[in-house]
């Protein structure tokens, strides 16, 4: 698949539902970290923080070639069913897990950024 990695691309926030990138699978765990030890979450937050880590890293295996797009829209198909099905919401509603990981998963992008143009002046 055509998609470039969104440190390549950071003209505005990173979002699942309004890219076409994709992010690295550590920043995305380390995004994961953060929220799981800055919230207290009920069983319905873990879910909704599991479900957009499995989106998040299914678009990397896309983006990969790992997966065909087909199998991938499947995938994400399934997961946003199942998480409907069992918490009456949307994987993408803005609770506080969902902006919560957006916001720590930009910031690493952020930081990354901000490393690489100190380097680059050094």
Request: aromatic share 14%; hydrophobic share 35%; glycine share 0%.
């Given at each position: 698949?055509?998609m470039v990695?969104?440190?390549?691309?950071?003209?505005?926030?990173?979002?699942?539902?309004?890219?076409?990138?994709?992010?690295?699978?550590?920043?995305?765990?380390?995004?994961?970290?953060?929220?799981?030890?800055?919230?207290?979450?009920?069983?319905?937050?873990?879910?909704?923080?599991?479900?957009?880590?499995?989106?998040?890293?299914?678009r990397y295996?896309?983006?990969?070639?790992?997966?065909?797009l087909i199998?991938?829209?499947?995938?994400?198909?399934?997961?946003?069913?199942?998480?409907?099905?069992?918490?009456?919401?949307?994987?993408?509603?803005?609770?506080?897990?969902?902006?919560?990981?957006?916001?720590?998963?930009?910031?690493?992008?952020?930081?990354?950024?901000?490393?690489?143009?100190?380097?680059?002046?050094?």
């Amino acid at each position: 698949m055509n998609m470039v990695e969104y440190l390549k691309n950071p003209k505005k926030p990173y979002h699942f539902e309004s890219s076409n990138s994709f992010c690295d699978l550590k920043k995305i765990e380390k995004a994961k970290s953060i929220v799981q030890k800055k919230l207290t979450m009920k069983k319905a937050d873990i879910q909704q923080l599991e479900a957009i880590v499995k989106l998040e890293k299914l678009r990397y295996k896309l983006a990969k070639d790992e997966i065909e797009l087909i199998q991938y829209k499947e995938l994400v198909k399934n997961i946003d069913v199942d998480f409907f099905k069992e918490n009456n919401l949307d994987i993408f509603e803005n609770t506080e897990v969902h902006d919560d990981f957006y916001y720590y998963l930009n910031e690493e992008y952020k930081w990354y950024q901000l490393i690489q143009r100190h380097l680059k002046k050094s």
